[in-house]
Structures are given as structure tokens and as C-alpha cells.
């Protein structure tokens, strides 16, 4: 049987007439990712905040590795990490020396070697003896991580881990993920980018105006969502030619040009089919799409 790692029953917090979160229920099995989705405001990080026993809650339960946050807080800040929107690193201090320091203030038993360990497993050796405001803004957050990591946490919250990051750094943060739960830790992760939860959680809920809209696995999300017609206009054959190219499972239809068409139907990571259609006609050279790419979109 699943044990769960994270338990919400009824969790509610208001900011004076202002409702935040209006009893959510939630269930994370451990050693799973789970994906808070919303927008900002949603009340995402007022979750994470109290689960993180950094804010009461005004009504409900809350249950983290087993203890009740509102009174066994220090159980509770015993077996997780957090890593929050902004990277919480010491700037003045080298990669290695904030590291160290959290060896230092770690109430955790911590093994020889561990800083060592984190920053060659976050491949921060070449820069860990440089002060940390001279890193990129991807570097940061895996020092920020590999910090949180320093007691071995078996419960790990991210908030908003890859904001601001380029894609490379993002695809890099989720091979990190994903490689804490194939070492059986449990991620609570909130995020903004549905591809992000689309890639790394087992489960997602959507968080919006303080309630939960939806809730399941990415799967089971995009069956709920209803197919789209796309069209791609251009303005040249060479650009419907280079659309072709990378659209391979497209049918393309010459016979009506100067309208040529490509023809595509298939999976999508958004919904559950899609359908879609890509164009090229001439225009005079006063149209105001002469030089552009129109994309609409549309239920079917």
C-alpha cells in the first residue's frame, strides 16, 4: 500500500476579505512527483508556505511525512527541503562556502564529503571556489537546490524552480528532478508551465482562485481538454516548403495554389487530438500579413 508523503484535507487562509485558498484537498503518494499548476495569485505558494510551516492555516489539516504542521512543526521541518521562487544563496560567498554553511546550521546528521558530493553531482566543481554573484541565474538555482539537498530531505517543495530560466537550465533542473525520485524522494513542485508538469509530475492539480479546478494525471488532464484547429498562414513557398520539412506526418495539397495546404492530425501535448491546417497564399504586397505568420485557434 502507497503511503502518503503529503495529506491536505479542507486547507483554507484568507488575507484579511481576501479568501486565498478555499478548502483544497490534496494527496501526494510518496516517492511521486506531485505539480501545483496555476497562475500567479492562484495561491500557490500560500500552499507551500503552509506546508512548509512557514504560514498557519486559518481552517483545515495538514499532514507532512506523517506529522500535522500545526503541532509537530519542528517533526516537520526535520524531513524536508525547500527551495523557494528566488534563489536563497549568499552572493558574498563562494558555491562551496554556502554549502558548507548549511552543513554547519544543519541540525541533520551530515555525512563527511557531502559537499563535495552535491557539487559534483550538480557540476558546480569548476565553479565552486568562484563567489556565487558571479553565476548565471541557471547556476544559482542549482546551488540553491543542491543546499536544500545537504540533509538528505525525503520531501523536497520547489516553487517556481525554472521562473526566469533559459531552456537549457530548465532542462537541466528536470533531469535533477527526475533523478531525486528515481532515488525515492517526493517532489511537491508548483509551477506555471504546463509542459513542465506535462514532463515531470505523476500527478497534477490546478490551483485557481483558491480552489482546486482540476486534479489527475497529465494523461487524464488532456483527455478533459477538447481538440483545436490550428492554421499557419505564410507568406512564401519556401516557407510552407520548410514547414513541410519539419512536419513529416503532415499531407500536403498542391492543386489549389496559389493556396497550398498541409493537412495534419495527431496527438498533442496540450489536449488529447489535434487537428490543424497550414496555408500559403498570395497577397498584394499591401497586405499587413505579407510579411508575417498568423496562427488562430478554434474549437471544433
Not at 498557519?56 to 495538514?62: C, E, H, P, R
Not at 506523517?66 to 526535520?78: C, E, L, N, S, Y
Not at 547556476?139 to 539537498?149: I, N, V, W
Not at 533531469?175 to 508538469?197: K, N, P, S
Request: aromatic residues 4%.
Amino acid at each position: 500500500m502507497t503511503t502518503s508523503a503529503i495529506a491536505v484535507s479542507g486547507l483554507r487562509k484568507a488575507f484579511g476579505d481576501k479568501t486565498v485558498l478555499d478548502g483544497i484537498d490534496l494527496d501526494v503518494p510518496a516517492g511521486t512527483v506531485f505539480s501545483l499548476l496555476g497562475p500567479n495569485g492562484a495561491g500557490k505558494t500560500t500552499t507551500v508556505n503552509i506546508l512548509t510551516t512557514l504560514m498557519k492555516a486559518d481552517g483545515g489539516t495538514a499532514r507532512v511525512a506523517g506529522h500535522d504542521v500545526a503541532t509537530d512543526a519542528k517533526a516537520v521541518r526535520a524531513a524536508i527541503g525547500v527551495t523557494g521562487q528566488f534563489a536563497a544563496v549568499d552572493e558574498l560567498l563562494t558555491g562551496q562556502e554556502n554549502l558548507q554553511l548549511m552543513v554547519d546550521l544543519s541540525q541533520v546528521p551530515v555525512g563527511r564529503g557531502v559537499v563535495t558530493d552535491l557539487l559534483e553531482q550538480f557540476e558546480l566543481v569548476e565553479s565552486a571556489r568562484k563567489p556565487v554573484s558571479t553565476y548565471s541565474g541557471g547556476m544559482k538555482r542549482k546551488l540553491d537546490l543542491a543546499m536544500t539537498l545537504v540533509g538528505n530531505p525525503r520531501i523536497i517543495f520547489l516553487d517556481e524552480p525554472t521562473t526566469g530560466l533559459d531552456p537549457r537550465s530548465r532542462r537541466t533542473m528536470w533531469a535533477i528532478v527526475r533523478d531525486l525520485v528515481a532515488d525515492g524522494v517526493t517532489i511537491f513542485l508548483t509551477t506555471q508551465y504546463l509542459d513542465e508538469a506535462d514532463q515531470l509530475a505523476d500527478q497534477i492539480a490546478v490551483l485557481n482562485q483558491g480552489r482546486l479546478v482540476a486534479q489527475g494525471t497529465p494523461d487524464e488532464l488532456k483527455r478533459q481538454i477538447p481538440g483545436t484547429h490550428v492554421r499557419l498562414r505564410f507568406s512564401t513557398v519556401a516557407e510552407l516548403d520548410a514547414a513541410a520539412r519539419v512536419l513529416t506526418d503532415s499531407t500536403r495539397d498542391d492543386e489549389h495554389w496559389p493556396c497550398g495546404f498541409l493537412e495534419m492530425v495527431g496527438r498533442s501535448r496540450c489536449g488529447p487530438c489535434w487537428t490543424g491546417s497550414m496555408s500559403t497564399r498570395s497577397m498584394p504586397t499591401s497586405s499587413p500579413f505579407t510579411h508575417r505568420t498568423l496562427m488562430t485557434f478554434s474549437s471544433p
